[in-house]
């Protein structure tokens, strides 16, 4: 049941590099009610949900598809995800499978994935229009503008061209839990 969408920290490194290298945006979208798009693969069954009335209490659900909860869904989310962006021409790295990459030409393209935390960055605006028009037809998304955090970094453009990024929100949070 394990999703291979544990980002390397290299790989975040290596993409926020090539951003600042070359001057392009960086952008991050969000998928809503992103377990709910995975399709099961397997049978699974689950008991009458609270609200659900049947008179006959033996009977349960089948699953099409992945809900919260359930631990097959991060792995049918993943999946269905990088089906969908395989088909859009995308390779996945060898490296790290939770970066992918489109290139046509000159122009590209990386997308990195955690989840339903997608951050991608382009040499071209409208290879990137086009990737969100694809994507809005096959799920509900967000676009969340300039990245501003992602696996809880806080990242803030400078205007020298920089980044500085900051996990001081994280930490002060960490440790208001911890008392």
Known sequence: TFPPVAVKPVTIKIMLTIT?????????????????NGYLEEEVYMVQPPGFVDSNKSMVCKLKKAIY???????????????TLLT???????CDPSLLVFKIDSACLYMLIYV?????????TVLFQNLIA??????ALKQ??????FLCIEVKHLS??????????????????AK
């Open 20 to 36: 600042l290298t070359h001057h392009w945006f960086i952008q991050q979208i969000d998928v809503n009610n992103v377990f709910l």
């Open 69 to 83: 909860g359930l631990k097959q869904a991060p792995r049918a989310w993943y999946e269905r995800l990088t089906k």
């Open 88 to 94: 859009f021409g995308f390779i996945q790295s060898k």
């Open 116 to 124: 339903d935390d997608i951050i991608i960055t382009r040499s071209s």
């Open 134 to 139: 694809k994507l809005i037809v096959v799920f």
């Open 144 to 149: 969340l503008g300039n990245l501003d955090c």
């Open 160 to 177: 020298n061209d920089s980044l500085l990024l900051s996990q001081a929100k994280y930490i002060c949070d960490l440790l208001e839990k």
